[in-house]
């Protein structure tokens, strides 16, 4: 059974950092792309960033772009989100989201297939 | 852009729900829709506009291509009341903002 648990979120201020991770089981991590999707309160689904299988494609949302890093450990089955600079409007529930398995490196156009149930980050003084 | 209608749908249980998703410009069937429950992981009900994911129950189809889709549950359990949520990648990558299916 797939399972994907995300940690490393909490309270940080503004202009802070934090590192977020997902653990990755139940599948061959090294072969799917992974991507980062966040929820702020009472909000809608928001997709933040996407690395594929190999690290070789990554891309980010405008909104984060030079903030936060996307990474991934293929022998820990492991994916993180570097978040710098937090701002005010980056507090939401981080989620991480699988890409199905048809999907190749690079580009996919099918919705996510596993989700886990969240990290909330919340940047507040 | 996905605008998702209505914002919020109140349906007894065994009634037929009918959740819309309207693109700005055409995604053709690449197309997904999930559910949302509280404290629990996104599930992928639709994929490819039409197709049920693995494990889903046949009361939820999908419909639509283009710029004009639909999710229909046939008849609703006490389980379905819950968020919905259209999710396209034709287009870089953007969600709607939801429609909340409440019990009457």
């Known amino acids: 059974e797939v399972h994907l648990v995300e940690s490393g979120g909490g309270l940080v201020q503004p202009g802070g950092s934090l590192r977020l991770s997902c653990a990755a089981s139940?599948?061959?991590?090294?072969?799917?792309?992974m991507n980062w999707v966040r929820q702020a309160p009472g909000k809608g689904l928001e997709w933040i960033s996407y690395?594929?299988?190999?690290?070789?494609?990554?891309y980010y949302e405008n909104s984060v772009k030079g903030r936060f890093t996307i990474s991934r450990d293929n022998a820990r089955d492991s994916l993180y989100l570097q978040m710098n600079s937090l701002r005010d409007e980056d507090t939401a529930v981080y989620y991480c989201?699988?890409?199905?398995?048809?999907?190749?490196?690079?580009?996919?156009?099918?919705?996510?297939?596993?989700w886990g149930q969240g990290t909330l980050v919340t940047v507040s003084s | 852009v996905l605008t998702q209608s209505p914002a919020t749908l109140s349906l007894s249980p065994g009634e037929r729900a009918t959740l819309s998703c309207r693109a700005s410009?055409?995604?053709?069937?690449?197309l997904a829709w999930y559910q949302q429950k509280p404290g629990q992981a996104l599930r992928l009900l639709i994929y490819?506009?039409?197709n049920r994911a693995t494990g889903i129950s046949g009361r939820f189809s999908g419909s639509g291509s283009g710029t004009d889709f639909t999710l229909t549950i046939s008849s609703l359990e006490p389980e379905d009341f819950a968020v919905y949520y259209c999710?396209?990648?034709?287009?870089?990558?953007?969600f709607g903002q939801g429609t909340r299916l409440e019990m009457k």
């Open positions: 690395i594929s299988g190999s690290s070789r494609f990554i």
């Open positions: 490819d506009a039409s």
């Open positions: 989201a699988r890409d199905p398995p048809q999907c190749g490196e690079g580009s996919c156009l099918s919705g996510f297939d596993q």
């Open positions: 139940g599948f061959s991590f090294s072969r799917y792309s």
């Open positions: 410009q055409s995604v053709s069937s690449d």
């Open positions: 999710l396209q990648r034709k287009v870089s990558i953007s």
